[in-house]
């Protein structure tokens, strides 16, 4: 079997597995920054107050704090400038905001000696400590959106992988590291991180590469934060799916097993009037049309797969003996329930009936 099913197998995966690659490179290169801009302009088009709502905690659906017309009546934009350097020149409020937060202390004592900005605070029913904090979500606003949309990303690259590349225990091996290093670095409140740091350190040489703890947090905060939950939503959802689809295989088998007891029982009757002459027209009476697609769902599988230019002949042989059997199967069951208009003695009916059912066993059905 090494030189016959196994190794165009072997190949196929690894041709399979490159592919995916390819689409998860072209995704994290193309989809996620359009993701990310896409989210801007969305939320504009939507409602450009979600910015002020969320870092205001919902108190204000504008900015308050900076404006041309707070501008004209308090200067406070043109001291900061003047007193701190890292203003000049800065155009997004985000920067703004981030230029605040590392130079807090600066800033506070500027607004201090600016009395008509205080008492501005003072009439929206604000105060320095609200500016503060408006800040820190406005400077945090990028990476909370870009985090949001990694998160999307992993998610999608993570259905691609199982529902497109069929690569079910890959995934689950991969989501079980990355939830294993995560839990590791909460219980151990970060320690562990620096081990796996050194581990990844030493690999980076060896590719004449640096790796430091730097990094590390930076890997903890895209692997272990998007991608671990990503992997989760994703388990989620496969359970649900895993489940009805379970359900669905399990009433399946179930139908499967009571047509070929139906067949036996009716067999099993008509054996005592085998010997009679007389003809008739019989048709079978069951629910066969889920058995009859799935005989076509699988005919369709192994012609897929004998079309395989790499697949050994003695694998093509067995595989079309194997399709031979689905293609009798559908067409005895579509006899014996739809077509079946032609005169026949008891013996003969059941030697059809008897054949299906060989047929049946021959395809692993209604064991």
């Known amino acids: 079997m090494v030189g016959g099913i196994i190794v165009p197998r072997f190949f196929d995966n690894l041709q399979k597995f490159a592919i995916f690659l390819v689409v998860t490179l072209l ?4 989809l996620f920054p359009s993701m990310y801009m896409g989210t801007f ?20 659906e504008e900015n308050l704090f900076f404006s041309t017309e707070i501008e004209k009546n308090t200067g406070i934009i043109e001291q900061l400038e003047s007193k701190i350097d890292d203003f000049v020149g800065v155009s997004r409020i985000q920067e703004f905001a981030y230029v605040i937060i590392e130079n807090q202390s600066e800033v506070k004592d500027i607004i201090y000696t600016n009395q008509k900005y205080q008492a501005y605070l003072r009439s929206i029913g604000s105060s320095v400590d609200d500016l503060i904090d408006w800040s820190e979500k406005t400077a945090a606003l990028d990476d909370r959106i870009a985090m949001g949309c990694l998160y999307l990303t992993f998610l999608l690259i993570t259905i691609i992988m199982v529902v497109a590349f069929g690569f079910r225990n890959i995934f689950y091996i991969c989501a079980g590291i990355t939830y ?3 839990m590791l670095s909460f219980f151990t409140d970060g320690i562990s991180d620096y081990l796996i740091a050194n581990v990844l350190s030493l690999l980076a040489k060896l590719a004449s590469d640096v790796f430091t703890y730097r990094d590390m947090e930076q890997w903890n905060l895209i692997i272990n934060q998007a991608f671990k939950e990503g992997t989760l939503t994703f388990i989620i959802f496969d359970t649900v799916v895993q489940t009805c689809q379970n359900n669905k295989k399990e009433r399946f088998q179930k139908l499967c097993r009571n047509i070929y007891s139906s067949m036996e029982t009716q067999c099993s009757y008509l054996e005592q009037f ?7 027209i019989a048709k079978m ?15 369709k599988k192994f012609e897929r797969k004998m079309n395989n230019k790499r697949l050994s002949e003695v694998n093509k ?4 003996e194997q399709c031979g059997y689905y293609k009798q199967l559908r067409e005895n069951l579509e006899f014996l329930r739809y077509k079946n208009n032609q005169e026949h003695t008891t013996k003969e009916y059941i030697s059809y009936l008897r054949k299906t059912q060989w047929l049946m066993y021959k395809c692993d059905i209604g064991k």
Do not use: E, H, Q
Request: aromatic content about 12%; overall charge positive.
């Open 27 to 30: 995704i994290v290169s193309f």
């Open 285 to 299: 009476v069951m629910p066969i049309d889920s058995l009859v697609k799935f005989c076509s769902k699988k005919i």
């Open 41 to 60: 302009r969305l939320i504009n088009n939507v409602d450009s107050s979600i910015y002020a709502r969320y870092a205001t905690n919902g108190k204000f």
């Open 180 to 182: 294993t290093v995560a």
């Open 274 to 280: 085998n010997n009679v002459s007389d003809v008739y």
């Open 317 to 320: 042989i067995i595989m079309s």
